[in-house]
């Protein structure tokens, strides 16, 4: 009867909030649509939206995307309302949004991850920064009333555009943010982590987002229609890689660049942006913005910080939310799947954070006194906390051990004795990254039950007592692997895990059952082939002990007293990432039969994930 209640009475309020808005908006700005030109006399689309108070004068705050500035139309309006964006036209930010060069209404040759070029030679040199910069300039001096302040933000791609802004220079340019930005996609962004190629998500964006686009237009290109819906069945029997090149023809450009470019080469450091992070301006401030379970971008938030922090020499922030892919801008940041954050997150973010941090360098109002260099959720204890660093200055790296009969402990008690567990890896059966039945991957998944995974005889589980007291990790886990495989290659895949007491439950939300909910905290694949060198790949020897040792994306979790710390290791990851064939081949290029079975063991001596302990966090 609650719910009832709550849906006819608080949805009438929201959807009555919002046409107010909506009202208030289109009756208080004016759209333009204009072509801007670049340096090299390439126009490109940019729609403005421009307050009518000419009482004073106003910031610009700019989005420059590949996923449209739609609608189109000088009376069509971008709904502004339906979040927190509705508080800067409330305060006559200029609003700007832009197709970038090659992509929807702008002229040009559209170019994935368009490498920066440092040192600029003439006018045809031209980048995503020069791009900006040539839109920057124009804006402030053909658009009346503004301030001479401009900002840039985005999220996903158009966070890789906002990266690329901050190395524009333009000297108008006071803040940028960055939030789920794309970096880098053979590390650890969208479609590879540590060299695992991620299939299921490359294919899906490419299929769509890949097809020319011959002429500047406003339709968007039909989406792909698999043919079962079943996600696992339909990568399964299709197969190797090379049926999904033929399923999508010759025509997808960067697809065939992802099937050609298997290693961490020049050709993809070149576009990896955190290379040329020392150019930014010290007068343009940085916030960079990520969700601790992002599907696509986890690695992008925390590793653009930091390449940020250590290479310029701007006021550099990060804020790191318990969210999905871009959930701060949803307004609704009370949960992710089944797992509950006691409040309204995004909200927090917005308000304390965001709008704060733009008004202050753009509208010259207010103060940031409230944002801390970093300013981190931690799930499990569900709280924001504020720092001075990240890794905060005082974690202390301290490995737990692969044991025995599953357990897991912090003192190491195996005595060099040689023993091992073992599985059989089939590609044939590939060990699914979610339980159920999926058309689209799901963005859950990164916090969801891995109970469906412990069941199987090919994933290894190991883990705690119920702990006597809280543990907080604050920081990037590391792997330690000694294992030998049968054959010459294998993945391996690390899951940290929150165990929940059997008796657990959240007070007024359980749809789930939560006793006994083994939380996914942070997973990570490493394609063993690359554990000495990303550049240059290496076979394994057969049967012969080595170590795997990765990096995974920080965490910021506490495992409260009375639950367990649990560690899962398995091979495959499936659909979520391609199956390796486990021999030494061009896994994008090979064939049905050349996928084989393997028996993969992990030494419980020299086994270890080594976890970034935050002591006396209260």
């Known amino acids: 009867m609650r719910k009832i209640v709550f849906i006819f009475i608080i949805l009438p309020i929201i959807s009555f909030a919002q046409n107010t808005d909506s009202a208030w908006i289109v009756q208080n700005y004016t759209k333009k649509e204009v072509y801007i030109p670049m340096r090299d006399g390439v126009k490109l689309f940019t729609s403005i939206y421009l307050p009518k108070d000419i009482s004073s004068q106003h910031p610009i705050l700019m989005t420059r995307t ?40 702008s002229e040009g040759e559209f170019v994935n991850i368009r490498p920066y070029i440092p ?35 985005g999220i996903s791609y158009p966070g890789f555009y906002t990266a690329m802004a901050a190395l524009s220079n333009h000297p108008a340019l006071k803040a940028v943010s960055p939030q789920a930005p794309v970096t880098d996609w053979f590390m650890g962004d969208d479609f590879h982590h540590n060299g695992a190629f991620f299939a299921m998500d490359a294919f899906a964006f490419y299929s769509s987002f890949g097809k020319p686009r ?25 197969g190797a890689l090379p049926n999904l090149t033929r399923l999508l023809g010759d025509s997808v450009a960067f697809w065939n660049d992802l099937m050609n470019h298997p290693n961490y080469t020049s050709w993809w450091q070149e576009r990896n942006d955190r290379n040329f992070m020392q150019n930014i301006l010290p007068t343009t401030a940085s916030l960079v913005v990520g969700g601790l379970f992002d599907a696509e971008d986890c690695f992008g938030a925390w590793n653009l910080y930091k390449a940020i922090e250590t290479k310029a020499k701007n006021n550099n922030k990060l804020v790191m939310g318990p969210w999905y892919h871009g959930q701060w ?53 569900n709280e924001w906390h504020q720092f001075n660093a990240w890794p905060p200055a005082n974690i202390q790296m301290q490995p737990i051990y692969l044991e025995k009969n599953g357990s897991l402990s912090f003192i190491d008690k195996n005595n060099k004795a040689i023993s091992f567990d073992e599985y059989i890896s089939d590609p044939a059966k590939p060990v699914p990254y979610t339980d159920g039945i999926h058309e689209n991957r799901t963005r859950e998944y990164m916090v969801d039950d891995q109970r469906f995974a412990a ?64 939380m996914l ?57 391609d199956r390796n064939p486990q021999q030494y081949i061009d896994i994008y290029h090979a064939k049905n039969s050349d996928f084989k079975k393997a028996t993969i063991r992990i030494y419980h001596h020299d086994s270890y994930i080594q976890l970034p302990i935050l002591p006396n966090f209260n």
């Open 66 to 105: 590949p996923y449209s500035c739609a609608p189109y139309g000088e009376k069509e309006f971008r709904k502004f309302w339906r979040n927190h964006y509705k508080t800067y036209l409330k305060e006559n930010f200029i609003m700007v949004i832009q197709d970038v060069r090659g992509r929807w209404m």
């Open 329 to 381: 801008a949803s307004g609704d940041g009370t949960h992710l799947g089944n797992v509950q954050f006691d409040s309204n997150t995004a909200e927090w973010y917005a308000q304390k954070i965001e709008i704060p941090y733009f008004n202050y360098y753009l509208n010259n109002t207010g103060n940031v006194d409230g944002i801390a260099e970093a300013n981190i959720f931690f799930s499990g204890k």
């Open 521 to 577: 905290v942070r997973g990570e694949i490493m394609r063993g082939r690359y554990r000495m060198s990303f550049e240059k790949p290496e076979a394994f020897v057969p049967n012969v002990p080595t170590i795997v040792q990765y990096t995974l994306p920080d965490v910021a979790h506490t495992f409260q007293k009375g639950h367990k710390i649990m560690i899962q290791i398995q091979s495959s990851w499936f659909p979520l990432v």
């Open 455 to 518: 069941t199987r005889p090919d994933v290894l589980v190991f883990e705690t007592p119920p702990l006597e007291q809280d543990i907080t990790l604050a920081g990037p886990l590391t792997a330690h692997l000694k294992v030998s495989i049968s054959g010459s290659d294998a993945d391996f895949v690390v899951k940290l895990i929150d165990v929940f007491p059997e008796n657990f439950s959240y007070t007024n939300h359980d749809t789930y059952h939560m006793g006994g909910y083994e």
């Open 119 to 153: 040192n600029k030679k003439n006018k045809t040199d031209v980048d995503e920064a020069s791009d900006t910069y040539d839109t920057i300039d124009w804006l402030i001096h053909n658009l009346n009333h503004n301030n001479g302040n401009v900002g840039v933000f």
């Open 214 to 238: 011959p002429h500047p237009t406003t339709v968007a290109p039909k989406p792909f229609d698999y043919p079962i819906k079943d996600n696992y069945r339909f990568y399964l029997t299709t």
